[in-house]
């Protein structure tokens, strides 16, 4: 099963499950990883399950499409590597990603 | 120890239950729904559950563990029966009865349904939550012919779906145009265009007169005369707040249950959130009912922070969107009262926006696939709207400055 470690804002590591075909924030969300919110529930349309890709995965994961992209500016504090994790679809080469949570609230 | 109460396990009782838990209320809460569901996401039912691209556990917004590490009691398939404002007594469908400190009522919306001979026939579906959306989808499968009552949000989404799954659609709407309580003609044109360009067969300005089941088909049968055959008659005429048990409990009531901007009700000690209420929000001189998920959240927070002692005025700016085989239309504002329109873009290249102005201010504006124009518009709203009408209508000038003007 392949897995990703969200960093929450206090440091701390969560390493969950997330099956291929599922997106990084439906994992987020099953693992009880604090900060993602996911309020639109997955639909592009909020901000809130906002996360940085780890810079060693940046080029990995690749960037947003241009939904995405338009929804990215409604987050706080947006850098380089933010995606909505709602829109990353988990697949075996993404086994071991590592992403940060940005602060949704 | 105090226990708050939530009746109605939906986007706004989940909102009200995190927001409580994250501002650190840590006493009991309770939460009543009457699905068998935990709360789930609802846009998902027309769109992707309908085309069997996710699952009902997929929908849910948190898993079972969240309620038992935030320590909510779930209290589901069971419905509000009674509630008594004075002694603070909520009654349940089940007989039990729950004292509260604090009720926030968030009991959704039910779907306006058709009376008439013929109505119960089981080719009849409507669609509001995840039970209505395994059914349609069942009778989906093996339904030549749709037929679609109501060309609002609905309808339109549903028609996509089952146009794309190669069905025969004909969705009657008794307004002369789609979509007409809440977009201008140029976006209800478009989208008329959209469907029919894929095939859907759009009757306007008809109205179903009556239902003729046979064996062989289930008849349609317009005011004009004519008759559609169906094997799936979907009825998406809008909804009516679930105020029920508001009412029969002397709180004010009136197209929805009435809530000032901190979402309180009437009664001492209970509010309400969601696509029940008919709230003020304070960038608006009157009350309204809204039905979107981006209202359920708000108010939802508005509503925790009332409990929690404090007074957060209601005033978030509406927003909503719709997805439509491969149009995304997102909405900012509300249009009512506008004056003027501005178009920028072109509707035939199947990319533009429409600005509703009241005077100088924007106060509403439809995006068609132009997802940073939807985002530039939600912060153009929220500080006022004002703006030069020439640069919204200038696609060489990047709509994120227009704040700037």
Same mark, same amino acid.
Request: aromatic share 6%; proline share 4%; net charge negative.
């Given at each position: 099963?392949? &897995?990703?470690?969200?960093?929450d ?8 499950? /997330? ?6 924030m ?12 996911? %309020?639109? +529930?997955?639909?592009?349309?909020c901000?809130?399950c ?6 060693a ?16 500016? @409604? ?9 909505? $994790?709602?829109? %990353?679809?988990?697949?075996p ?5 590592v ?7 | 120890?105090t ?9 706004a009782?989940?909102q !009200? ?9 840590d006493?009991? @809460?309770v ?9 789930y996401?609802?846009?998902?039912l027309?769109? &992707? *559950?309908l ?6 556990e ?7 563990? *969240?309620y038992?590490k935030q320590?909510?009691d ?9 509630? #008594?404002?004075a002694?603070h007594r ?15 009522l968030?009991?959704g ?5 058709? $009376? ?7 080719? /009849? ?5 995840? #039970? ?6 069942a ?10 009552l109501?060309?609002?949000? %609905?309808g ?13 659609v ?9 979509l007409?309580r809440v ?5 209800s ?12 067969e ?17 008849a349609?049968?317009? #005011?004009?005369?004519? !008759? ?10 809008g ?16 197209? +929805? ?17 969601g #696509?029940c209420t008919c ?9 309204h ?16 922070? $009332?409990?929690?002692? &404090? ?9 909503f969107?719709s997805d439509q085989?491969? !149009? ?11 004056? =003027? ?9 199947g990319?533009?926006s ?7 201010? !924007? ?7 132009r997802?940073?124009?939807?985002m530039a518009?939600r912060?153009?709203?929220?500080a ?10 200038d ?5 994120? $400055?227009?704040?700037? =003007?």
């Amino acid at each position: 099963m392949p &897995k990703v470690t969200f960093i929450d804002l206090d440091g701390a590591s969560h390493e969950c499950d /997330v099956a291929n075909g599922l997106s990084v924030m439906e994992g987020a969300i099953a693992g009880g990883v604090p900060g993602i919110l996911a %309020i639109c +529930g997955g639909s592009c349309a909020c901000s809130t399950c906002h996360a940085y890709v780890d810079d060693a995965w940046a080029s990995v994961v690749g960037g947003p499409n241009e939904i995405e992209d338009a929804t990215l500016d @409604l987050a706080n504090d947006r850098q380089a590597h933010s995606r909505l $994790t709602c829109q %990353i679809t988990m697949k075996p080469e993404f086994d071991g990603l590592v992403i940060r949570v940005a602060k949704n609230d | 120890m105090t226990r708050h109460v939530i009746v109605g396990a939906g986007q706004a009782g989940l909102q !009200v239950v995190e927001a409580l838990r994250r501002d650190g209320y840590d006493d009991e @809460l309770v939460l009543v729904g009457a699905e068998t569901w935990l709360p789930y996401q609802r846009p998902p039912l027309s769109k &992707k *559950f309908l085309q069997g691209e996710t699952t009902a556990e997929r929908l849910l917004f948190r898993p079972q563990d *969240f309620y038992v590490k935030q320590r909510v009691d779930t209290r589901l398939g069971v419905a509000a029966s009674a509630l #008594d404002t004075a002694a603070h007594r909520l009654t349940l469908s089940d007989g039990s009865t729950v004292d509260y400190d604090g009720l926030v009522l968030t009991t959704g919306a039910r779907v306006r349904r058709l $009376t008439m001979p013929g109505a119960d026939d089981e080719r /009849v579906c409507y669609l509001r939550g995840l #039970d209505d959306a395994a059914r349609l989808k069942a009778r989906l499968e093996s339904a030549e012919r749709v037929v679609i009552l109501g060309a609002g949000f %609905i309808g339109l989404e549903v028609a996509a779906v089952a146009r794309k799954a190669g069905r025969q659609v004909t969705v009657v709407e008794a307004q002369s145009r789609v979509l007409q309580r809440v977009v201008a003609p140029t976006v209800s044109s478009f989208f008329e265009a959209l469907h029919r360009g894929h095939g859907v067969e759009l009757r306007l300005d008809a109205r179903l007169a009556r239902l003729e089941p046979t064996p062989e088909a289930l008849a349609v049968v317009l #005011d004009d005369g004519s !008759v559609l055959a169906a094997d799936l008659l979907l009825v998406g005429i809008g909804v009516e707040p679930e105020v029920a048990v508001a009412e029969a409990a002397g709180i004010h009531c009136a197209g +929805g249950i009435v809530v000032d901007e901190f979402a309180r009700t009437s009664a001492p000690d209970v509010l309400a959130a969601g #696509d029940c209420t008919c709230h003020r929000n304070l960038r608006y001189p009157a009350p309204h009912r809204i039905e979107s998920v981006q209202n359920a959240v708000d108010q939802g927070k508005v509503a925790a922070a $009332t409990l929690l002692g &404090k007074l957060d005025g209601y005033a978030a700016v509406p927003w909503f969107w719709s997805d439509q085989y491969d !149009v995304k239309l997102h909405m900012v504002g509300l249009s009512g009262g506008h004056d =003027s329109l501005i178009t920028r873009g072109v509707p035939e290249a199947g990319a533009f926006s429409v600005f509703y102005r009241a005077g100088e201010r !924007v106060i509403a504006v439809d995006s068609i696939n132009r997802p940073a124009e939807h985002m530039a518009a939600r912060k153009l709203i929220a500080a006022g709207g004002r703006c030069d009408p020439d640069r919204l209508a200038d696609t060489a000038v990047d709509l994120k $400055t227009i704040l700037d =003007s």
